[in-house]
């Protein structure tokens, strides 16, 4: 079965730093997304992503914050001066052309020291 | 990619038993629904779904029920097995697939 990807697994990092966490979505998809989950709360929405632009963003999603899709198989999230609330578990997820059913990858786990 | 589960309302029961899930959502203009099950160290993983304008759907072993009165939806799981041990998360997409997550519930199932 299909399956998004993400990787690292794990990301350490110190206050400052930039970090990209990356995404491989499924093949077929077109419509990309990443949620974030910080420890004991709820999954929280980032950011949607459609046709190379922004489709919709939340109130986290700062100037901090931006994605990319650099290839055809490639979706990033960069962070570009982490901040100790920044950590958190991040998903990536895609959906196909119906634009309903999203598959989220296993996360990746940010941890800003 | 575990919700802690300190302050994460928990269902326990026992293999075979049915269990329900409840969820509230806020928005009334909400057309879309769905349920993600979320294991230990996994993302969220597709369950189920149901638009507006049904008030039941089942799939296999799973029925999610929608009160749009009392803005209210359930998923139930029948005949529930250990493997089914995870979170569950109601979310609802508020437009373009931004979903808004509930909070969790913890289901255990002792064999």
């Known amino acids: 079965e299909p399956e998004v990807t993400q990787t690292p697994s794990h990301q350490v990092t110190q206050m400052g730093q930039e970090v990209i966490l990356r995404c491989v979505p499924i093949s077929n998809h077109l419509y990309f997304y990443w949620y974030r989950q910080i420890l004991g709360q709820k999954v929280e929405f980032l950011v949607s992503?459609?046709?190379?632009?922004?489709?919709?963003k939340s109130e986290i999603f700062d100037d901090q914050f931006s994605v990319e899709r650099p290839d055809g198989s490639n979706f990033t999230l960069k962070i570009r001066s982490t901040k100790l609330e920044d950590s958190a578990m991040y998903f990536c997820?895609?959906?196909?052309?119906?634009?309903?059913?999203?598959?989220f990858g296993s996360g990746t786990q940010l941890s800003v020291l | 990619g575990e919700s802690v589960g300190l302050h994460l309302p928990t269902l326990s029961v026992q293999e075979g038993d049915n269990s329900i899930i409840n969820c509230a959502y806020s928005?009334?203009?909400?057309?879309?629904f769905i349920w993600y099950k979320q294991e230990s160290g996994k993302g969220p993983q597709f369950i189920i779904d149901?638009?507006?304008?049904?008030d039941k759907r089942q799939g296999q072993r799973v029925t999610v029920l929608l009160n749009k009165t009392v803005k209210h939806l359930s998923l139930q799981i029948a005949a529930t097995q250990p493997g089914d041990s995870a979170v569950y998360f109601c979310a609802e997409n508020t437009g373009f697939q931004k979903l808004v997550f509930g909070t969790g519930t913890r289901l255990l199932v002792s064999p």
């Open positions: 992503f459609y046709n190379n632009e922004i489709s919709e």
């Open positions: 149901i638009r507006s304008n049904m």
């Open positions: 997820a895609s959906s196909g052309d119906n634009n309903e059913k999203l598959f």
């Open positions: 928005n009334s203009a909400s057309d879309y």
